[in-house]
């Protein structure tokens, strides 16, 4: 019996999985048990001899768009609303993903993952399970599965025991509010670059003080939407002291 993270991923590229999830940290995770990965192929539930998945839009235009008699049928077999598990569909339409929600799934059963292709899903399908829908960008994917992928991969390596020494990953971008501070390692002197000298004074206090400022130059300068956040964080918790 699997006792782990459950992750089911409904799709109609099943050979795309494990892909990268094979490999490295999330690899070795699933071979310990940490977590356990199931394809859902969206074509077996298909009604036809053509095993059709797809079909022309209503109205009109460009593209395909997946049925909601066969995406349902898939939701079922694996298992939707019946075990605590999240159903999450990508889509670029979806809510942005943040290191908040990631966190929120290592706490669930699992999740089933709804990958669409060609124009998206039924809405009638998204609406009569009230799916949540994540985006993992701004940017238009040709397919749900690499963001099917990102999400587990940003998941798992928070399970428990999955990143060994950095327990936490309390440190991290976007833990705190803030990007992350930059990091070097030996040689001293490279290209004629030193490491910033605090770092090699020994002093720890200054080191923490150091590296706290450069967070906050960095998320200015690049996330100024974060820095606000942060901000109007900081400036609340002032005002409760
Ligand atoms: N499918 C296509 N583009 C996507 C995106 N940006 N995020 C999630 N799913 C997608």
Redesign the pocket.
């Given at each position: 019996m699997t006792t782990g993270w459950k992750a089911s991923v409904l799709t109609i590229l099943p050979d795309m999985f494990p892909g990268p999830l094979g490999a490295s940290l999330c690899g070795k995770a699933r071979d310990a048990g940490t977590w356990s990965l199931e394809t859902v192929d969206i074509r077996d539930f298909a009604r036809d001899k053509h095993r059709s998945v797809d079909d022309t839009p209503s109205g009109g235009g460009p593209g395909m768009v997946m049925r909601a008699d066969v995406v349902d049928a898939s939701l079922e077999a694996a298992g939707a609303g019946q075990d605590g598990r999240p159903v999450i569909y990508?889509?670029?339409r979806?809510r942005p993903l943040t290191q908040k929600r990631v966190r929120g799934l290592t706490e669930t059963p699992g999740a089933i993952l709804l990958c669409?292709r060609f124009e998206g899903v039924d809405q009638r399908v998204i609406e009569a399970r009230a799916i949540e829908e994540?985006?993992?960008?701004?940017?238009?994917?040709?397919?749900?599965e690499l963001?099917a992928m990102v999400l587990i991969d940003a998941v798992v390596r928070l399970l428990p025991g999955v990143m060994g020494k950095k327990t936490s990953g309390d440190e991290e971008s976007f833990e705190s509010g803030l990007l992350e501070y930059p990091h070097y390692t030996r040689p001293q002197t490279w290209a004629g670059r030193d490491i910033p000298p605090v770092l090699v004074s020994g002093n720890h206090g200054a080191i923490a003080a150091w590296r706290h400022e450069q967070a906050e130059e960095i998320t200015r300068s690049r996330r100024p939407d974060l820095w606000t956040a942060h901000e109007k964080r900081q400036a609340s918790t002032d005002e409760n002291d």
């Open positions: 990508l889509s670029p979806g669409g994540v985006s993992i960008g701004d940017y238009v994917l040709s397919g749900g963001a």
